[in-house]
């Protein structure tokens, strides 16, 4: 079943439009990459899709029904969670407090709940709970950062370049989870710029450039086929046969 789709949206800021006629289906249970150089329009395409930045036309669809007029936290408590660029932790709360926010509208005993299972999946969070954000490393941020979005037990988490700035090793820990969480029911939306990555994991690749839909492969073609990648990422579609 497909859980979120876009329909040919196209969102911007003032005179710019970043992406332009864009349409992508989010199967129910699968990992989908959006790949594309700097400034292609990656983290705009999640922007549009969480209500963060407004369409300008065109549609988002939830599990059959028209969200594209939903401010972001009416999709929040549809199911979608955004992980942004960045992290963007508040650096003088605790990681405790960062976590709980996500879950601010739950129960005390749920919020309980849901960080025993964030510290069970990131059980390096375990220790430092008590620690302010501003001093974490770049890769416990991260951890912080997608278990906070994880606190509010989102069906659909989109995720925007969680290995920037990290070492090798730590997007390891990070990338482990991703089966975990798919194998738990959510779905998932994974932007990045290092392919290689993205490319061991999604079920479906989805390429981006200058704000458009480029082409889009299974996983499985493009995993057989790294060069078609690497000439679809640098634009060059026709040496995949065109796009679709
Ligand atoms: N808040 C903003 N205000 C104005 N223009 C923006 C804003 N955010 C992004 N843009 C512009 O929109 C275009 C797409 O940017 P976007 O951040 O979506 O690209 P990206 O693919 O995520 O790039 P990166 O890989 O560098 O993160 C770029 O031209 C960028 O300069
Ligand atoms: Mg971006």
Sequence with gaps: MTLLSSLNISAGYGDL???EHMSVDLEEGSLLGVVGPNGAGKSTFLRALMGVVALRSGRVIWKGSDIGGLPADARARLGIAMVQEGRRLFPSLSVQDNLLLGAYHA????????????????????DILGRTANVLSG??????????????????????????????????????????????????ILVEQEVGRVLSIADLLVVLHEGKKV?????????????????????????VGGGN
């Design 17 to 19: 439009l970043a992406i």
């Design 215 to 239: 082409y889009q492969g299974a996983g499985t073609e493009f995993r057989e086929r790294p060069d078609a990648l690497a000439e679809v990422y640098l634009g060059n579609v026709s040496a």
């Design 139 to 188: 890769g416990e941020q991260q951890m912080v950062a997608v278990g906070r979005a994880l606190m509010s037990r989102p069906s659909c988490l989109l995720i925007d370049e969680p290995s920037l700035g990290l070492a090798p090793i730590i997007v390891d820990e990070i990338y482990k989870t991703l089966p975990k969480l798919l194998d738990s029911g959510v779905s998932i």
């Design 107 to 126: 129960s005390r005993t749920e919020r309980r709940e849901r960080q025993e299972e964030v510290l069970v999946l990131f059980p390096a969070l375990r």
